[in-house]
């Protein structure tokens, strides 16, 4: 798997994808900042102009990572069947485990250096120009990132599953957002008549971070509790457990 692992990184530094990706998550913030600056140069009171109203836009919406996960690996690994690389891979002997861990590591790695990346260019932007007042600080966003970090791996993990089991990039697209997202809902909206399933619904990250209130006047992230920390690691965690094993046996009878 180490030789595989390497071929990849290999493969991935020579590809001007991750690169236009990365650069895509780095210019987003930044723009957003240069944006509430320029709106000072007119109006030098714009109350939007500031550090916590820029980093509420992502502290509040967690699930920003997940969606970060999903266009990464497809980015990365979209076209692997497409181009045959997959097929040629599984005819030099390396098993479908070692594929599927293979791609988790080098997600997982080029994830975490263009998230830091990323995130160090937001936050000097925002100081840099604007001004630095408001609940929502810095230090909010690091700490997201750090709660936020397991339920984005299940979802980096979720997307090189659909990726590799399903031929239409589409379809995988669409079965990814209904596990996170559309389902989520739909068992919110049904715990709100059933309490069994409410608990349950709301052990699921997508119906837990909708009542956050992070915005110009308050901070109040779920993480910043212990309870709401621990729903944050054990949701993330089951979903890795979860994805993974699913992973490992759905991919073990699918023809690659």
Request: hydrophobic share 55%; net charge positive; proline share 4%.
């Amino acid at each position: 798997m180490f030789n595989y692992v390497k071929s990849e990184f290999y493969r991935i530094t020579h590809s001007a994808m991750v690169y236009a990706v990365g650069f895509a998550f780095l210019a987003a913030p930044t723009l957003i900042n240069i944006m509430l600056y320029c709106f000072t140069l007119s109006k030098p009171d714009y109350p939007y102009s500031t550090t916590s109203f820029s980093y509420s836009n992502v502290v509040s919406s967690p699930m920003i990572f997940c969606v970060a996960a999903l266009f990464l690996v497809f980015a990365l690994y979209e076209g692997n069947k497409r181009n045959g690389n997959l097929k040629n891979v599984v005819t030099t002997g390396i098993s479908r485990e070692k594929i599927f861990w293979g791609q988790i590591i080098v997600c997982l790695v080029t994830s975490a250096i263009i998230l830091i990346i990323t995130v160090a260019a937001y936050i000097f932007s925002a100081r840099l120009l604007l001004r630095i007042e408001g609940p929502v600080t810095e230090m909010d966003l690091i700490m997201e990132c750090l709660a936020v970090a397991p339920i984005a791996v299940a979802a980096l993990i979720l997307a090189i599953i659909v990726v590799m089991l399903f031929d239409k990039s589409f379809v995988g697209f669409i079965f990814w957002l209904c596990i996170l997202f559309v389902i989520p809902q739909l068992l919110f909206y049904i715990g709100s008549e059933v309490q069994p399933v409410r608990e349950i619904a709301m052990w699921l990250p997508r119906n837990f971070f909708s009542g956050m209130q992070v915005n110009q006047n308050v901070c109040a992230p779920i993480w910043d509790t212990t309870s709401g920390l621990g729903k944050c690691l054990i949701s993330g965690l089951t979903g890795i457990g979860v994805f993974g094993i699913v992973g490992l046996f759905s991919l073990r009878r699918k023809e690659l």
